[in-house]
């Protein structure tokens, strides 16, 4: 971005909490110059869709959001969120699998699950400006 001459903006760092994704969200849209926001869980997407609405943006009319971790809540949201969804128990059990003693082949072998998208009502393509 620098060597387009584009700012950089340095990154928002807090939890995983929906207070810290509203908190983000409120700094993100405040000079409204995106029109999507990927999110690192859940959670913090309620929270930007909350900071979205509080300045009166529609989602996904005017933001797209997109959550990680496809938690059980996330398709009862409003409007249902968009999300990530990786099978975690059976990544920890390959994880866990990799770090006990046996099998060295094991511990070469890539741990290949691929996420899924499940796309839901809070993304679509960006209204015209």
């Known amino acids: 971005m620098s060597d387009r001459d584009m700012p950089v903006v ?4 807090g939890d995983w909490t929906a207070d810290f994704g509203y908190h ?3 700094e993100l849209l405040r000079y409204r110059d995106c029109t999507a926001i990927f999110c ?9 869709m909350h900071a979205a609405r509080s300045y009166g943006l529609d989602v996904p009319g005017d933001l797209s ?6 938690i059980p809540e996330a398709k009862h949201l409003w409007p249902p969120l968009t999300t990530v969804q990786v099978d975690f128990p059976e990544l920890g059990r390959r994880c866990v699998e990799q770090l006990l003693p046996g099998d060295d082949a ?3 072998r ?6 899924q998208l499940v796309v839901r009502g809070s993304t679509s ?3 015209k400006r």
Request: glycine share 8%.
């Open 10 to 13: 340095p990154p928002i760092l």
């Open 125 to 127: 393509a960006p209204r």
């Open 110 to 115: 890539p741990i290949d699950l691929v996420p």
């Open 106 to 108: 094991a511990m070469l």
């Open 65 to 70: 959001v997109v959550g990680y971790d496809d």
């Open 24 to 26: 983000a969200g409120r």
């Open 40 to 48: 690192s869980n859940d959670a913090m997407a309620l929270g930007v």
